[in-house]
Structures are given as structure tokens and as C-alpha cells.
């Protein structure tokens, strides 16, 4: 088994179209497709990635959601709707953690789906849901998947968390951490499994001025040099300052750079 992985694009929520929002095309052996992630700027990155290799017609089979900001599931009213009204396009896999599967559809998609001409739609109208547990891993395709909790806001009343993966296939593995702070846990992790991963895509921010809800450039900076050796940097501000390849980081993933695995 084998699978290619696409960054649709690199960059933060406060992006431009030369980097695009981090949301990628997970492409299986058998030609189907996973978007992990499905942010707002999608149809625009699809759309950019589908003229790059000559007008391929670009069918979606699955999703998997990290997490509920905007550009990370801003994108998927667009793509209800086109599968919906589509003649011939079944209803793509909508992978959820538990955490906040009944969540999605009332605080982020019930407003723009609910009410169509026919009917009254709920979210299996549009998708089939799977509802995943962390921890616990799931298959797709021959590939699996290990969702894991990761603390992105650390809020006192109420934390939010987002759910990377552990990707599995062909005898290799690699681990998306999607959009994190770089606590404990998350070093504990990425240590723990730094002798079985080709790579890891590590969440990376770059402003000036820390926000405190993704993992820092000069944070990462001080893991050790053998996870900076297996570390490609995205979720990255417009025109980053940094030269990671001097710090022992393999590089900013470029918008539409391609990673091909088993």
C-alpha cells in the first residue's frame, strides 16, 4: 500500500494565495481522496492544484476535521453543497473525534445547510458521519489513522484542543500535529515515536509577537536535534524570517509540495 500527501497550501489563517491555509489532499493507492482539514480558502486551493496537473477532475471520498476554527472547516458548507447538488458524487466519509462531533453541525455548519428548497437537512444529508475516539486508531483506504488529543488554546474555562494524527501505511509513518501548543505532552509524543516516523509535520508560527496558541518557531527550536532532523515546518505567517535548514528543521513545506509514502 502507498499514499501521496499534498499540502494544498502552507501557511496560517491569516494567510495569503502564495501560501494558502494548511489543508491537505491525502491521495490512497486506489485514486480515492482524504482532505484532512477543509479551511475556507479549499475551493480556491483545489481549484489551483487541479490546474497544476492539467485539469484533473478532483472528487473528495473523505475528511477528516481537526479541529472547528474557520480555516479548518470553513470550507466544508462549499463542499456539502457541491456534493449534494452534484449528479453522481456520493456522500464523502466525514471523519469526527468524539469530542466535538455533535458540535460541528450546530455551532459550525447549521446555519448555511439546514434549509435547503426540499427539506429540513441534517449533517448525514450531506456527509456520512464516522465518529472516531482518540487514541484509537481507525483505517481508511489501508491506511491508519491515530488521532491524538493536542492542547491548542489553553483557555482555564475552556481549553480547546485539536486533533493531529498518526499516519500509518506501507511500513512507514509520519505524524501531522495540526494546530498545537508545544506543552509537554506533544514533546512526549513526538519523542516517543521519533525511531518509527519518516516525518513529522509540526504546526509553526512565526510572528514576531507569540500568540500562545501554536508552537513558536524559536520554541521548536530547542527540541532536540534528531526531531529537527524529521521536522517539516507549515502553518507559517506570510514571508517567515527564518532559515530552518540552519537550525536543523528539513524546511517550510512550500504550498503544493508533495510527500509520497509505502
Given at each position: 500500500m502507498s499514499m501521496e500527501l499534498t499540502f494544498l497550501g502552507a501557511g496560517s489563517a491569516f494567510t495569503t494565495d502564495e501560501y494558502y491555509q494548511s489543508n491537505l489532499l491525502l491521495t490512497a493507492a486506489s485514486g480515492k481522496n482524504m482532505l484532512i482539514d477543509c479551511g475556507s480558502d479549499i475551493r480556491f486551493s483545489l481549484a489551483e492544484w487541479g490546474m497544476r496537473h492539467e485539469g484533473v477532475r478532483m472528487d473528495i471520498d473523505a475528511v477528516f476535521i481537526s479541529h472547528l476554527h474557520s480555516d479548518h472547516i470553513g470550507g466544508l458548507e462549499?463542499?456539502?453543497?457541491?456534493?449534494?447538488?452534484?449528479?453522481?458524487?456520493?456522500?464523502?466519509?466525514?471523519?469526527?473525534?468524539?469530542?466535538?462531533?455533535?458540535?460541528?453541525?450546530?455551532?459550525?455548519?447549521?446555519?448555511?445547510?439546514?434549509?435547503?428548497?426540499?427539506?429540513?437537512?441534517?449533517?448525514?444529508?450531506?456527509?456520512?458521519?464516522?465518529?472516531?475516539?482518540?487514541?484509537?486508531?481507525?483505517?481508511?483506504?489501508?491506511?491508519?489513522?491515530?488521532?491524538?488529543?493536542?492542547?491548542?488554546?489553553?483557555?482555564?474555562?475552556?481549553?480547546?484542543?485539536?486533533?493531529?494524527?498518526?499516519?500509518?501505511?506501507?511500513g512507514e509513518a509520519c505524524i501531522f500535529t495540526t494546530d498545537s501548543i508545544l506543552d509537554q505532552n506533544l514533546r512526549h509524543l513526538l519523542e516517543a515515536w521519533l525511531p518509527r516516523v519518516r516525518f513529522v509535520f509540526q504546526d509553526c508560527e512565526t510572528s514576531s509577537i507569540p500568540t500562545g496558541v501554536h508552537a513558536h518557531y524559536t520554541e521548536l527550536c530547542g527540541l532536540p536535534l534528531p526531531l529537527r532532523n524529521k521536522m517539516w515546518l507549515y502553518h507559517y505567517n506570510p514571508h517567515p524570517p527564518y532559515r530552518p535548514e540552519e537550525d536543523g528543521f528539513l524546511g517550510f513545506v512550500r504550498k503544493g509540495q508533495r510527500f509520497r509514502f509505502g
Open positions: 462549499w463542499l456539502a453543497f457541491k456534493s449534494y447538488f452534484a449528479a453522481g458524487v456520493a456522500r464523502p466519509t466525514l471523519f469526527l473525534v468524539e469530542d466535538f462531533a455533535n458540535r460541528l453541525w450546530d455551532h459550525g455548519l447549521r446555519g448555511g445547510l439546514e434549509c435547503i428548497t426540499e427539506k429540513q437537512m441534517t449533517l448525514s444529508d450531506y456527509f456520512v458521519p464516522v465518529v472516531v475516539v482518540p487514541g484509537q486508531p481507525f483505517r481508511w483506504e489501508g491506511i491508519q489513522f491515530t488521532p491524538f488529543r493536542a492542547l491548542h488554546v489553553n483557555n482555564p474555562l475552556h481549553p480547546m484542543y485539536s486533533f493531529g494524527l498518526i499516519i500509518q501505511v506501507g
